[in-house]
C-alpha cells in the first residue's frame, strides 16, 4: 500500500494537497514541483530542496532543520510554528517571498539574497547569522534576536523595534532609516563605547 511519503517521493508535482504528520527525513525534493499544498506536523530534517519549486505552500508545526536549500524557488510560502534550525538559506536564484510566523530559526545562516519586505512574527532567531542580505523594510515583531549577527545587509527601513536582544553595527551594514527600540539604541550606544545615561 502506497504511503504519503512513497506519493510525494514518486511525484514530479503536486498540486492543492494536504499532508499530516508525514516523516520525510532525509528525502531529496529536488526538482519537484509543489504548488497550493499543506504540510502539518511533518518531518523535513535534512532533506534536499536543490531545484524544488513551491507556491503558495503553507508549513505548519513543521521541522525544517538543517534543510538544504540550494536553487529552490519559494513564492508564497509561509512558515507557521516551524522548527528551521540550522538551515542554511542561499543560492536563490529568483528572491523568496516567504512570511515566518512563531518559528524557531535559531542557528540559521542567511547569505547573499534578497529578504525585501519579509515579515516575521514572533520568531526565535538567537545566534542566526545574516551575511550580506537585503531585508529593505522587512519586520522583526515581537522577535527574540539574542546573539544574531548582521555583516554587510541592508537595513534600510527595516522594523525591528517590538524585538528584543537586536543588535547591529551601523558602520558595518546600511541602516539608513531602521528603526530601533530606545534599548536596542542605548546597547548599540554602549557597544561604541558610549555612556548612555537618562
Do not use: H
Request: overall charge negative; charged content about 25%; some cysteine.
Amino acid at each position: 500500500m502506497s504511503t504519503d511519503r512513497d506519493r510525494i517521493e514518486a511525484a514530479t508535482a503536486l498540486e492543492d494537497e494536504t499532508f499530516d504528520n508525514v516523516d520525510l527525513a532525509g528525502m531529496s525534493l529536488t526538482g519537484k514541483e509543489l504548488s497550493s499544498c499543506v504540510f502539518r506536523r511533518c518531518n523535513f530534517v535534512g532533506t534536499t530542496w536543490r531545484g524544488l519549486e513551491l507556491e503558495d505552500c503553507v508549513f505548519e508545526n513543521c521541522d525544517l532543520s538543517n534543510l538544504r536549500l540550494g536553487g529552490a524557488s519559494l513564492r508564497g510560502v509561509e512558515l507557521r510554528d516551524t522548527k528551521l534550525m540550522g538551515t542554511s538559506w542561499s543560492d536563490f536564484g529568483v528572491p523568496p517571498v516567504v512570511g515566518f510566523t512563531d518559528c524557531n530559526l535559531r542557528y540559521a545562516s542567511c547569505m547573499g539574497f534578497d529578504l525585501r519586505r519579509t515579515q516575521f512574527t514572533r520568531c526565535t532567531l538567537a545566534e542566526a547569522t545574516f551575511v550580506e542580505i537585503d531585508l529593505t523594510k522587512s519586520v522583526f515583531a515581537s522577535c527574540d534576536l539574542a546573539g544574531a549577527s548582521f555583516d554587510r545587509c541592508t537595513l534600510t527601513g527595516a522594523d525591528f523595534t517590538s524585538s528584543s536582544n537586536v543588535f547591529f553595527d551601523a558602520t558595518k551594514n546600511r541602516a539608513k532609516g531602521a528603526r530601533i527600540s530606545l534599548d536596542s539604541a542605548g546597547l548599540m550606544a554602549k557597544a561604541l563605547g558610549l555612556v548612555v545615561k537618562g
